[in-house]
C-alpha cells in the first residue's frame, strides 16, 4: 500500500487535483478523504480478519458467559462470541438446526433431543449455580423457610394465603399477611424450568403424577415471564408473588431468597458453598458424559436445588471455529472458573476439572 504522502500527491493530480489548484476543493478535504479511506480498508481489513462464532439457549448463566466472552475477546481480539440468551429449548433447538455452533442448557439434552442431531453432541459443564425460590414480601424481614412438598403445593395452588398454617409452621414467629400468593414462571422454554420441576417431582408423588418435569410444563396458576430477567421482574413487580430464578438474577434486584429444606432435613441457603457440596456429593455417580442431576442431593450443607450448566457442542467441529472454540473452552475451564464466584455461580468441583478437559480434547477440529 501506498504511502499516505503519496496518496495525497496522487489525489492532487487529474480532476480533484484540479479543482484544489483552482481553490474549489481545499487540501483539508481531500487529507479528510484520504484518512477515511483509510480507515474504511482498514475495518474492512479487520472484519475480514475476525472469526464470529455465534452461540444461543440459557439464561441461567448469561451474565458470566457474557463476561466469559468479553474477557477472552480482549486477549484474542481476533475471535468474538456472540451468544443470544433465548432459553435453553432455544438454544438446544437453534443446535439441532446447526443455526449456531454451540448452544447452552442447564438441563442436559434428553435421548430424543440427541436422536434428532446431525451427529455427536459432548456436554461440557462450565459452572455450577442455584435455582433459588424468591418472593415478594415487603412485611416479613427474616428469610423464609420452605420444603419441597409445600413449594409444589404452592405452585400447583393448593396452597393459596402467605398465612397459610402449614407455612407459618416452618416459620414459628413470623406474621405472614393475608395476601394470595401469586406463582411466577418461566413462559418459554427454560433449563431453569427443567431443574425446578424435577427437584418438585423428585419431592413430591403428586406433583410428578399430575404435572411433571422439563423445559415445559402446565402450570395450574400464576403469571409467565420470559427467561429468568422476565420473572425476577414480575416477582419484584407483584405483590405476594413467589416465583424461581437463577441466584444472579435474584442477588441483582436485590429479592429475598428463601431457605429450604434439604434431603438431610436441613434449611439451606442458597450459597456457593452448599451449591458446591450438592455437586461434590454427586461426584461418585458422574456419568463419562456428564448428564447429571444433582437436585435434591444428600450432604448435610446441600441446597437441593443446584444444576451444572453445559455448553453443547458437535464432536466434529472442522476449521477454524472448532479451533477456536476448544481454545475457548480451554481457557473456561481455567481463567473462566475463577471468575464464577463473583457472579454468585461455583467454579467446577477441581477433581472434575481434567475430565472435562479430556472431553474437550476429544472435539474433531480436522
Same mark, same amino acid.
Given at each position: 500500500m501506498r504511502s499516505l504522502n503519496a496518496y495525497i500527491a496522487g489525489?492532487?493530480?487529474?480532476?480533484?487535483?484540479?479543482?484544489?489548484?483552482?481553490?474549489?476543493?481545499?487540501?483539508?478535504?481531500?487529507?479528510?478523504?484520504?484518512?477515511?479511506?483509510?480507515?474504511?480498508?482498514g475495518a474492512l481489513a479487520n472484519a475480514a480478519d475476525r472469526?464470529?462464532?455465534?452461540?444461543?439457549?440459557?439464561?441461567?448463566?448469561a451474565p458470566i458467559y457474557?463476561?466469559?466472552?468479553?474477557?477472552?475477546?480482549?486477549v484474542h481480539p481476533s475471535v468474538e462470541i456472540n451468544y443470544q440468551a433465548i432459553g435453553s429449548g432455544g438454544g438446544i433447538k437453534q443446535l439441532i438446526e446447526k443455526t449456531v455452533d454451540f448452544?447452552?442448557?442447564?438441563?442436559?439434552?434428553?435421548?430424543?433431543?440427541?436422536k434428532k442431531t446431525s451427529g455427536p453432541v459432548l456436554h461440557i459443564p462450565t459452572v455450577l449455580g442455584a435455582v433459588v425460590v424468591t418472593y415478594n414480601l415487603p412485611q416479613v424481614k427474616t428469610a423464609i423457610k420452605l420444603d419441597g412438598p409445600m413449594l409444589a403445593e404452592i405452585f400447583a395452588g393448593k396452597i393459596m394465603k402467605w398465612n397459610d398454617p402449614k407455612i407459618a409452621a416452618l416459620n414459628p414467629g413470623v406474621t405472614f399477611p393475608a395476601t394470595s400468593?401469586?406463582?411466577?414462571?418461566?413462559?418459554?422454554?427454560?433449563?431453569?424450568?427443567?431443574?425446578?420441576?424435577?427437584?418438585?417431582?423428585k419431592v413430591s408423588p403428586t406433583w410428578a403424577k399430575e404435572i411433571g418435569k422439563g423445559k415445559?410444563?402446565?402450570? *395450574?396458576?400464576?403469571?409467565? @415471564? +420470559?427467561?429468568? &430477567?422476565?420473572?425476577?421482574?414480575?416477582?419484584?413487580?407483584?405483590?405476594?408473588?413467589?416465583?424461581?430464578?437463577?441466584?444472579?438474577f435474584a442477588s441483582s434486584i436485590k429479592l429475598p431468597v428463601a431457605e429450604l429444606k434439604n434431603r438431610a432435613g436441613q434449611f439451606v441457603a442458597p450459597t456457593l458453598a452448599s451449591v458446591s457440596e450438592a455437586a461434590n456429593a454427586s461426584l461418585r455417580a458422574m456419568?463419562?458424559?456428564?448428564?447429571?442431576?444433582?437436585?435434591?442431593?444428600?450432604?448435610?450443607?446441600?441446597?437441593?436445588?443446584?444444576?451444572?450448566?453445559?455448553?453443547?457442542?458437535?464432536?466434529?467441529m472442522p476449521g477454524a471455529k472448532g479451533l477456536e472454540l476448544v481454545k475457548f473452552l480451554d481457557w473456561a475451564m481455567a481463567d473462566g472458573q475463577k471468575q464464577a464466584p463473583s457472579l454468585q455461580y461455583a467454579a467446577l *468441583?477441581?477433581?472434575?476439572? @481434567? +475430565?472435562?478437559? &479430556?472431553?474437550?480434547?476429544?472435539?474433531?477440529?480436522?
Open positions: 489525489s492532487q493530480s487529474g480532476p480533484k487535483g484540479f479543482l484544489v489548484k483552482f481553490g474549489l476543493v481545499s487540501k483539508r478535504s481531500v487529507l479528510s478523504a484520504v484518512l477515511l479511506s483509510f480507515s474504511l480498508t472469526l464470529l462464532i455465534n452461540g444461543a439457549g440459557a439464561t441461567f448463566p457474557t463476561k466469559w466472552f468479553q474477557d477472552y475477546n480482549k448452544g447452552a442448557s442447564d438441563a442436559p439434552m434428553s435421548d430424543e433431543e440427541l400468593i401469586v406463582p411466577i414462571y418461566r413462559s418459554d422454554s427454560s433449563g431453569t424450568t427443567s431443574v425446578f420441576t424435577e427437584y418438585l417431582a415445559t410444563v402446565k402450570w *395450574p396458576m400464576g403469571l409467565g @415471564g +420470559k427467561g429468568n &430477567e422476565g420473572v425476577s421482574g414480575q416477582i419484584k413487580n407483584t405483590p405476594g408473588a413467589i416465583g424461581y430464578v437463577e441466584l444472579t456419568p463419562a458424559d456428564f448428564r447429571v442431576s444433582i437436585t435434591d442431593a444428600e450432604g448435610k450443607g446441600s441446597y437441593p436445588i443446584s444444576s451444572f450448566t453445559y455448553l453443547l457442542v458437535y464432536k466434529q *468441583p477441581a477433581s472434575m476439572v @481434567g +475430565k472435562v478437559k &479430556e472431553k474437550i480434547k476429544s472435539i474433531a477440529t480436522k
